[in-house]
């Protein structure tokens, strides 16, 4: 059995990496506009061709470390683009600001397909190929205008900064303490929180977020990869993490919501797993009828809908309630079957969002005919069932199968 242990990992999110020590002067702060690992607003370029607003760098700027980088659009739109570049277009400009007392001294670019095409300010320095060098508290970058072809592509910048005046740096604001998680989901987007974790519970770890809940509410943690949790963990400690979110799109006028969102919690400078103790536990559901589902304060948690018939009208199966299709969907690639037109048992998964559809991500289907469920939570590797002593045969449907015991993308599997 697990025991409580340490999680003494110093290191911060990859991509978001701020390396000093207390009496440091030298800086260097990442801006990794490919992995994203803030959580800032991105789109695919799709949804910049639907909507030019998407994935604009917000007003009041990404912040790493001691630097600030704000930007102006040119001549189309300056956006992120998911997991892929910081697009600039031509006329567009890019600025980054050291905090109080800081300069910068350093800016190195790595651009995408050699479309690096930008200009720096007088501000104290100079550009040489990738590189700016130079003794400035802000410098601005414009990219080339030439025709409408002409636009820069950042995979990342590199800002390295130093005492400006002799003045140490200090965050001109310490993150918000959040007794739970209902006060760090009551934050303004941007603002980073302590959450104090009292017995949280850990519902799912997926490669990009873990999903966690207290008795107060339940949030995502997205690239948070500082902690190195397990599904049933129990948590307790603390951990500074800033609030961002998922804004919820509404088919009926075709544009996001203001007022809905998926709470999310993202890594910043200061989140490290020093102050987080996890204890090995079981998942626990929330058991919810389905009228008690289709709520946003569900949203990442772990739930379990009974006695429940999905159909499959479109691509996916849905759980109709109350005039709301839940998409039911294997996101998690479990190998999970996901029977329709037929009464189950119980449909077991995190609540979110899924495009414009709330969804659950399923972790587990009882079906009353062939109850299946899953036994244990290893690592994934391939859509075969095998049998207990090794013998592939190949992917069955698990319906299909004599009652025993078999292993589908290396969890072991149930069949009754």
């Known amino acids: 059995m697990k025991i409580s242990t340490k999680l003494s990992a110093l290191a911060l999110l990859a991509g978001a990496l701020l390396s000093f020590t207390a009496q440091a002067e030298t800086r260097t702060n990442v801006f990794d506009f490919k992995n994203n690992p803030l959580g800032w607003p991105s789109a695919t370029a799709l949804e910049y061709f639907d909507d030019p607003t998407a994935g604009n760098v917000p007003a009041t700027g990404y912040v790493v470390g001691d630097v600030t980088m704000t930007a102006t659009n040119g001549n189309s739109n300056t956006y992120l683009k998911t997991g892929s570049y910081l697009l600039i277009d031509e006329n567009g400009t890019i600025t980054f600001k050291a905090g109080d007392g800081r300069a910068i001294t350093a800016i190195t670019f790595t651009d995408k ?45 590199t800002v390295t900064t130093d005492e400006a005046n002799g003045d140490t740096y200090t965050p001109t604001e310490a993150p918000i303490v959040c007794q739970n998680i209902a006060a760090f989901k009551a934050l303004e987007v941007g603002k980073s929180g302590k959450l104090m974790l009292n017995n949280a519970r850990v519902g799912y770890v997926d490669w990009n977020s873990t999903y966690i809940e207290d008795e107060s509410g339940a949030i995502e943690l997205y690239k948070v990869r500082a902690l190195s949790l397990t599904n049933g963990d129990v948590l307790n400690g603390s951990v500074v993490l800033k609030r961002s979110q998922m804004l919820i799109f509404d088919e009926q006028v075709e544009a996001e919501e203001p007022g809905r969102e998926k709470p999310e919690a993202a890594a910043d400078a200061l989140t490290t797993a020093d102050e987080v103790t996890a204890t090995a536990g079981t998942p626990t559901a929330t058991v919810l009828t389905p009228s008690q589902l289709v709520s946003d304060d569900n949203f990442s948690r772990l739930v379990r809908v009974e006695n429940v018939t ?21 996101m998690f690639f479990l190998g999970i079957d996901i029977p329709t037109d037929r009464p189950l048992k119980s449909v077991t998964g995190i609540y979110t969002w899924d495009g414009a559809k709330p969804a659950i991500y399923v972790t587990a289907i009882d079906d009353t005919t062939t109850a299946i469920s899953q036994v244990q939570a290893d690592a994934a590797t391939d859509g075969d069932v095998y049998t207990i002593t090794g013998i592939c045969l190949g992917r069955v449907d698990l319906s299909t199968l004599p009652a025993g015991l078999y292993i589908q993308g290396g969890r072991k599997l149930l069949v009754r």
Do not use: C, I
């Open 113 to 157: 397909s050699g479309k690096f095409m930008l200009t720096a300010d007088e501000a104290g320095g100079t550009l040489t190929d990738h590189t700016w060098t130079g003794n400035a508290t802000k410098v601005t970058f414009t990219s080339a205008v030439n025709d409408m072809a002409t636009k820069t592509w950042l995979v990342d910048a």
């Open 310 to 330: 999905l159909t499959k009208p479109g691509r996916f199966a849905v759980l109709d309630v109350d005039g709301y299709q839940v998409n039911v969907k294997d």
